[in-house]
T-cell receptor, first 109, second 116 residues
């Protein structure tokens, strides 16, 4: 099946710093989503981004489908950004989302 | 935006008993819902795909007789963990696809199950 690799696995930042999280996938996809899982387990949908670039406040994401990767940018990070960020993909003809192992982000005050 | 609600958020049960977890799509209809399991500090693993009005499709290695899934309406799917054992303790989370919003998939709040 399709492989989803996220990097880095762990990231520690000082408040106010910027960061880039990466998601590589091994085959073509028709859906890619970025999620933030907070410390209570809640998964928050950040972006539905099978291709192109989107921005939402301090967050933005870019997916280059032809090169099979996606990037999540976090600018001016805040302590509330802490948690695990997951990338998940969906292949054509399947409704299943395949998750990467996540990037654990810790933002220190 | 679309909301998926899960209940209960936390449950503790005794070994050998059964526990039911509900997943509801609150403002959209979902013909398909998904159930995931997440162990501490690990990623989400798909357990089964719940199809409204038909049998669920289970992933390889998931015991269908142990994890009963029912999707009786377009807004409700239930997961019943039967004859629970301590190794079933985990975080269970459901999701549903809102086909009217561009196929974005939304997740419930998750349910922490502890079997003692």
């Amino acid at each position: 099946g399709i492989q989803v690799e996220q990097s880095p696995p762990d990231l520690i930042l000082q408040e106010g710093a910027n960061s880039t999280l990466r998601c590589n996938f091994s085959d073509s996809v028709n859906n890619l989503q970025w999620f933030h899982q907070n410390p209570w387990g809640q998964l928050i949908n950040l972006f539905y981004i099978p291709s192109g670039t989107k921005q939402n406040g301090r967050l933005s994401a870019t997916t280059v489908a032809t090169e099979r990767y996606s990037l999540l940018y976090i600018s001016s990070s805040q302590t509330t950004d802490s948690g695990v960020y997951f990338c998940a993909v969906q292949r054509g003809g399947s409704e299943k989302l395949v998750f990467g192992k996540g990037t654990k982000l810790t933002v220190n005050p | 935006g679309a909301v998926v609600s899960q209940h209960p958020s936390r449950v503790i049960c005794k070994s050998g008993t059964s526990v039911k977890i509900e997943c509801r799509s609150l403002d959209f209809q979902a013909t398909t819902m998904f159930w995931y399991r997440q162990f501490p500090k690990q990623s989400l693993m798909l357990m089964a795909t719940s199809n409204e009005g038909s049998k669920a499709t289970y992933e390889q290695g998931v015991e269908k007789d142990k994890f009963l899934i029912n999707h009786a309406s377009l807004t409700l799917s239930t997961l019943t963990v039967t004859s629970a054992h301590p190794e079933d303790s985990s975080f269970y989370i459901c999701s549903a696809r809102d086909s009217l919003s561009g196929n974005t998939i939304y997740f419930g709040e998750g349910s922490w199950l502890t079997v003692v």
